[in-house]
């Protein structure tokens, strides 16, 4: 896989993976030849570090001082490879907006290698903004240090939620222009992931008919992500379905906290059940299951409550891009994958109860119905009354330490007319709340440690951004940072973080791809 036109960039000088404390290996690249082209990144001209993910570094088994010092900044900008590394620009396809474009693949990316981190987990290391590859399009491969410190901010706060991401290792700055509507100053973004294999991967072989990279494909993802089917008869289909209830925890999770990614293309859903590609993603302030924020997204297909039936829609793509995998007999083949298609939304509603059930603090005593009818009256409250979705939740803990469940934090969230429902909504959930908690302030204890006091709220993300990008000022990303990586405690003088936008700040924001 290779373009005439765009000639590999020159080969770089090596650094000796011991100093950084680095053994990168590069199965992706060695087992799977002919599915990825070898390419190198291009080099920051001057480069600048702008965040090194220390505790991330610390997991990796990699020796943080050194990856702050001249060998390791020459490391994290292209300027230099880590010994072992083979970088490849991956190749896949995918459905963008329902539309299926055939071959996308790493346009402005570069997988490195893998490393088998302290715990002994496989992860991918890849660069975003290296510049361009086989597969740019006609783009310039590069990133603006706005979109790099998002994806780097946003994949911390999913991280410190609890929720399955690929997270950023470092932030440099390159010392270049990007032009996008007007210049921006350049950034590369080190990301860490469980792998980079996407629904698109498959899409991109499937649809090329080309059955030996499939399977090929499909069995080195088995091995990576789901190794008890290793050599199992049907391993293909269960390994579909294992995809599917990954997606169905990982989507519900997303739900939990008002999460909306924004542009769920088949190419930005991962197999191994991680968020990808913080583009024009965004928490949601009042809650509205009716919101978006990608401006590119005017149909609202990526709309908050449409991303459990987007998710199924994408499953269904990787179901069609297996058919050949799992049955020789394609009727057979697709009997045995819709029964995973069509058993998605209980899968879903499962795993949504679940994370209801924390957030309510319930003890799920079989009582389905009656928990989801809880769950959906009270977010039904919320969107009436134009209620914040974050604070809404955090205040639950008041409510079961207030006297007599009058809940003054929450009431005082809400205007006049809604207060009197309120109450009759807590009188019902009170009992339940309380029925397993040892004293009202257990379970307070417990409702701060599921439901989050900072999220990255908009406004402050785009006022931490700007201040990078337009003045080089990184102490309003650093404290912003600093608040998300530790969500559910509340700590002094923080009360800016904790409060969502005014309602000017709320009206028509929009956020965008930044590619």
Excluded at 42 to 58: D, G, Y
Excluded at 92 to 118: I, K
Excluded at 229 to 249: K, P
Excluded at 303 to 315: E, T
Aim: glycine fraction near 8%.
């Amino acid at each position: 896989m290779s373009n005439p036109a765009d000639p590999r960039p020159a080969s770089l000088p090596t650094v000796d993976g011991a100093l950084l404390g680095m053994a990168l290996q590069s199965s992706y690249a060695s087992e799977l030849v002919g599915l990825h082209a070898p390419w190198n990144p291009t080099p920051a001209t001057e480069p600048r570090l702008l965040a090194l993910n220390a505790a991330l570094a610390a997991e990796l088994g990699w020796d943080v001082q050194a990856l702050a010092g001249p060998d390791g900044l020459a490391v994290l900008s292209g300027q230099a490879l880590p010994a072992g590394a083979q970088p490849i620009a991956q190749a896949y396809a995918g459905h963008q907006f329902g539309g299926f474009s055939p071959q996308l693949g790493d346009g402005r990316a570069l997988l490195l290698g893998e490393v088998v981190d302290v715990n002994g987990q496989r992860r991918d290391i890849a660069f975003k903004g290296s510049g361009r590859t086989p597969f740019s399009r006609g783009g310039d491969g590069k990133a603006a240090v706005g979109p790099v410190l998002r994806e780097y901010l946003m994949g911390e706060a999913m991280q410190a939620l609890g929720i399955p991401t690929t997270r950023a290792l470092a932030a440099v700055a390159t010392g270049e222009q990007v032009f996008r509507e007007r210049p921006l100053p350049g950034a590369l973004l080190v990301r860490v992931a469980s792998s980079h294999l996407r629904v698109g991967t498959f899409q991109f072989f499937a649809s090329r008919r080309d059955t030996e990279k499939l399977t090929r494909l499909a069995n080195y993802a088995i091995a990576r992500h789901d190794p008890d089917l290793v050599g199992q008869a049907d391993r293909y289909l269960s390994f579909f379905r294992s995809v599917a209830q990954r997606q169905a925890a990982l989507i519900a999770q997303w739900m939990g906290v008002g999460f909306i990614h924004g542009v769920m293309n088949t190419d930005n859903m991962t197999i191994s059940g991680e968020t990808i590609d913080y583009g024009p993603c965004a928490f949601m302030d009042a809650y509205d299951p009716d919101t978006v924020f990608s401006s590119i997204d005017h149909s609202g297909r990526y709309a908050y409550a449409n991303q459990p039936l987007i998710a199924r829609w994408n499953l269904a793509r990787l179901a069609e891009a297996l058919l050949p995998l799992i049955d020789d007999d394609a009727d057979k083949a697709i009997e045995q994958v819709s029964e995973t298609i069509d058993a998605f939304p209980a899968m879903y509603q499962a795993q949504w109860l679940a994370v209801m059930r924390r957030k309510f603090g319930l003890a799920g005593n079989g009582n389905d119905t009656q928990d989801h009818q809880l769950a959906e009256d009270f977010l039904s409250l919320l969107h009436t009354h134009g209620v914040d979705f974050t604070q809404a939740f955090r205040s639950l803990a008041n409510a079961v330490e207030a006297d007599e469940g009058h809940a003054p934090a929450l009431m005082a969230l809400l205007p006049p007319d809604g207060r009197e429902r309120m109450l009759a909504w807590l009188q019902r959930w009170l009992p339940q709340a309380l029925q397993a908690a040892a004293s009202p302030a257990e379970k307070a204890t417990a409702l701060r440690g599921a439901n989050p006091l900072y999220i990255p709220r908009n406004h402050l993300v785009e006022e931490a951004l700007e201040a990078a990008s337009e003045r080089g000022d990184l102490a309003p990303f650093e404290r912003l940072l600093a608040v998300v990586q530790n969500p559910f405690e509340e700590q002094p003088g923080l009360g800016r973080y904790a409060s969502p936008a005014s309602a000017e700040q709320q009206a028509g924001y929009r956020t965008f791809c930044g590619t």
